[in-house]
């Protein structure tokens, strides 16, 4: 439906879009996650055709949105960051003019605005002038004018700005609501936003594409990066003679604290959970654990990890690599 192939955009000397490729497929709801200034609305804006890429191109339906731009549009609503509504407009007007912008015929035109009025909660404003209304309402004008026409992708830039939390529950729902007949493709610097209503999620950092898959798969991918940690009041020695009888380590971190306390971070073959075996070999050694426990990094960190540029592969792209052998490090000794 949509594809954005090796997608460049310079400022100057400053690269805003750094070589993006994906692909948008139909009856899906996509959530562009990145900081603020990581190229998502830079992105949405050559995906619409308001700018000009330097290099690459993204085609609509087939179509080049900057060769063939009323073709490609036909296919888009496009809600930007700043709503690009009219203050001297009322809502009605408003709609009217966005109505025949979009050629809508004129027979359809009145059940189109009612429909999307009635949808953005927007029917007690319709008659008021743009400026007089609140940024949370201006908001719902703009986003009524881009599902207006009922195209087959809505691309929303940061849609529940300036929005109370009852009205970002009910845009959300409604942006459930347009999924099951639309393409969404929504942007955010929240995470949470896009977990809530997205299935399928593309992290960009610095203009670049550094994961993407469902919420589901980067949440089992982060499997993988979770550790099991324990606290015993004995040296190093006598902590790494015990793990030496627990099977399926492999890796672990050590750190001493005061009073002869030993911190041990163990990493295990295939993310297994091995608390149990660990606890028994412990008391079997009548060795007590003040603290043994199972961390997971969530998918929070990794979004900071990834758009901190701490992360220089894709985690879509990555693999949990394990080639059998234990690795100890910490204070230099081996298992």
Known sequence: MIEVQNLVKMYGDHTAVDHLSFRIEKGHIYG??????????????????????????????????????????KSIGYLPEQPPVYMDMTVR????????????????????????????????????????????????VGLAQAILGFPEVIILDEPTVGLDPKQIIEIRELIRKLSKKHTIILSSHILAEIREVCDYIMIISRGKLVA????????NRLKSSRHIE?????????????????????????????????????????????????FTAFARNNQPLTTLSLSQ?????????????????????????DDGKEEVTGDGSDL
């Open 93 to 140: 007007e408003y709609l009217q003019f966005a109505a025949e912008l979009k050629k809508i015929p004129k027979k359809e035109r009145e059940k189109q605005m009612n429909d999307v009025i009635r949808m953005t909660g927007i029917r007690e404003v319709e008659n008021r002038l743009i400026q007089n209304l609140s940024k949370g309402y201006r908001q719902r």
């Open 212 to 219: 993407s898959d469902t919420p589901e798969n980067l949440e």
């Open 297 to 321: 990094t969530t998918l929070e960190e990794v979004f900071l990890e990834l758009t901190q540029g701490k992360y220089t592969a894709s985690l879509a792209e990555q693999e949990i690599r």
């Open 230 to 278: 324990l606290q015993a009041k004995a040296p190093v020695t006598r902590v790494q003679e015990i793990l030496k009888e627990v099977s399926g380590i492999k890796k672990v971190d050590y750190r001493k604290d005061n009073n002869l306390m030993t911190t041990a971070q163990i990493e295990t073959r295939n993310a297994k959970d091995i608390r149990e075996e660990i």
């Open 32 to 73: 562009l996650l990145g900081p603020n200034g990581a190229g998502k609305s830079t992105t949405m804006n050559i995906m619409t055709g308001y700018l000009g890429a330097t290099e690459g191109k993204v085609l609509i339906q087939g179509h080049d949105i900057l060769k063939e731009p009323e073709l490609a549009k």
